[in-house]
């Protein structure tokens, strides 16, 4: 009886054009059961906590899950035990970061909790380590991911050692279109550094006709009008052309010529942010790579 009166009132309320969401009691218990199951298959050491003494519960505690959200314990146990409670969105966020969920287990969070998934910005991208565990066993070739706007995000150490100390780099320093007008680095070691640019040329052209008015794109446009001839140059002529991607020839300053193969794409849980990996395409490139490898762990 009570279930059925829950559910006519989300139905009254959606009928009445009421502006707020309506949990039902439903989603309350499959909340409770979703943090259960996340808390219990992380590990003290996945989360940076120490392991300490043996554990009677899988997983996580309660109260350890409560302080990486910034929630007092009491409220989180009401959360998984499915009383009738509605977090926040900064709360359902908290719980996100702290649960280390992926991009699909967000958005069912946030459904759950009936909280809006909110809108991506270049600084919400959040690598997470299964990412980043991804791009480490890459090496020894070099494997990063850039956003929406061209901003490398993550990286691994391969293409550090190729393509420049990224945790050294600021945001700017980070941006791969910038990157291509604006270090010397980059167009030395680019065996063709027009094609290159000019491609990136034309995809920013492409990206800024769609949506003019992103302010961090445009500023960027102008910088490099400001500081770059041949960006300004190029940028006028209004060309949408460039290199093919798919292959690249590195000449490195410390191992001489490496011959690249590379491929992009997308993952669910970052979408609108690319994937790129660079294989060896001969094997003397091969054990160029690994020498790098090797070089960078001494």
């Known amino acids: 009886?009570?279930?059925r009166m829950i559910l006519g009132l989300a139905i009254l309320c959606k009928e009445k054009g009421a502006g707020f969401a309506v949990v039902t009691q439903d989603k309350h218990l499959e909340l409770g059961?979703?943090?259960?199951?996340k808390r219990a298959s992380l590990t003290p050491e996945e989360v940076g906590l120490p392991s300490g003494s043996r554990r009677r519960v899988e997983g996580l505690r309660r109260e350890e899950v409560a302080e990486l959200a910034g929630l007092s314990s009491d409220w989180y146990v009401r959360l998984e035990q499915g009383r009738p409670?509605?977090?926040?969105?900064?709360?359902?966020l908290a719980l996100s970061n702290a649960?280390?969920?992926n991009r699909k287990e967000r958005e069912y969070l946030y459904t759950l909790a009936a909280q809006r998934l909110p809108e991506e910005t270049p600084d919400s991208f959040k690598v997470s380590p299964g990412l980043q565990q991804f791009l480490d066993l890459q090496n020894p070739y070099p494997a990063y991911i850039?956003?929406?706007e061209w901003n490398i995000i993550a990286w691994n150490r391969a293409a550090q050692s190729v393509f420049g100390d990224y945790s050294g780099m600021s945001n700017l320093q980070r941006n791969s279109i910038w990157r291509a007008f604006m270090d010397p680095y980059m167009q030395k070691l680019l065996d063709n550094w027009e094609g290159h640019s000019k491609l990136r040329v034309s995809q920013l052209r492409m990206a800024h006709s769609q949506l003019p008015e992103n302010p961090e794109r445009t500023e960027l446009i102008n910088q490099l009008r400001r500081h770059s001839e041949k960006f300004a140059d190029w940028w006028n002529e209004q060309t949408i052309a460039g290199t093919p991607e798919g292959k690249k020839l590195i000449h490195h300053p410390d191992v001489g010529d490496i011959r690249l193969n590379y491929l992009s794409f997308q993952s669910e849980e970052l979408p609108n942010a690319t994937i790129t990996i660079h294989l060896a395409s001969d094997t003397e490139s091969k054990l160029r790579l690994e020498r790098l490898q090797e070089q960078r762990k001494s």
């Open 1 to 3: 009886m009570k279930r």
């Open 33 to 37: 059961l979703f943090l259960r199951k």
């Open 85 to 92: 409670v509605r977090p926040s969105a900064e709360v359902v």
């Open 146 to 148: 850039s956003d929406h």
């Open 99 to 101: 649960l280390q969920l």
